[in-house]
């Protein structure tokens, strides 16, 4: 995505099937991630995000990142150029999408640009702007170990959420003891093995619940076996019920 070009918002309209990948790329503009229907798992280095359609994910300029497609995906991005995107947080952030920032975000995507030589275009921008920088953060930031073995199992729990496997096995699949993994989680991600394994759960439910599924199936996908439990932990995380996440209406 050039820099400098005259325009301000530049914008993306994309369908991707199950299973598509955008691989490690990095872009001079800020992007707003947002699919309105389906999910996507955003991951850099540090961190992964799930951006299901109630959710944006925020990456400021030359952030590396990866898309990974969950289900089929009606993609639609805003590029935003350098100097607007200074008013913004220079980190990823997971944002709540309002009705009035996800009505701006597709009317700006059928327009396709915003150029600041056009009056009615700058003021646009302005608001999308502060729609962006006044939206609530929500935490579905994942933190991941840089340790080879300790990703190796993240990676493992992330993608299997409803596994009951051995937590000592999974280690031991992974190429060290589960002492050593657990001393490694808390240093590389804050979080113990225990704890990273619950919020991997619990953010799985969020993408289900935003995608239509029952607080029953979200819960037993998400290797919940009691659904008092699953509710019980996800307000404690979120300091909401899972009922706040649900799905949203596709345009």
């Known amino acids: ?24 790329h990095r872009h ?15 991951a850099t280095d540090a961190a992964a995000w799930l951006t299901p359609a109630t959710k944006a994910i925020w990456l400021p300029p030359g952030v590396e990142h990866r ?30 999408v309002a009705p009035l920032l996800r009505e701006l975000i597709l009317h700006i995507v059928r327009i396709g640009m915003l150029t600041p030589v056009r009056p009615e275009h700058d003021r646009m921008a302005g608001v999308l702007i502060d729609l962006i920088a006044e939206a609530r953060q929500e935490d579905l930031r994942l933190p991941l170990p840089r340790d080879p073995r300790a990703c190796a199992l993240a990676l493992r729990l992330q993608g299997a ?19 050593t993994l657990q001393r490694l989680f808390p240093r590389e991600t804050g979080l113990t093995l ?52 649900a799905a949203s209406p596709s345009p």
């Open 1 to 24: 995505m050039p820099a400098g070009d005259g325009f301000d918002v530049r914008s993306l309209a994309i369908t991707l099937r199950s299973g598509a990948v955008l691989p490690r």
């Open 28 to 42: 001079p503009w800020g992007q707003l991630v947002f699919a309105c229907s389906g999910v996507m798992r955003v």
């Open 67 to 96: 898309i990974d497609v969950q289900g089929e995906v009606a993609m639609r991005t805003l590029y935003i150029a350098p100097d607007r995107a200074e008013a913004l947080t220079s980190e990823p952030a997971t944002l709540e």
């Open 161 to 179: 959420p409803d596994d009951h496997a051995d937590l000592a096995a999974l280690a031991h699949a992974a190429g060290a003891s589960l002492r």
């Open 194 to 245: 225990e704890a990273w394994r619950q919020k991997a759960r619990l953010i799985h439910s969020v993408a289900c619940l935003a995608s239509g599924a029952s607080v029953t199936h979200a819960a037993l996908d998400s290797g919940y076996r009691s659904v008092g439990a699953f509710i019980a932990a996800f307000s404690r995380q979120f300091g909401v019920t899972p009922g706040r996440y």
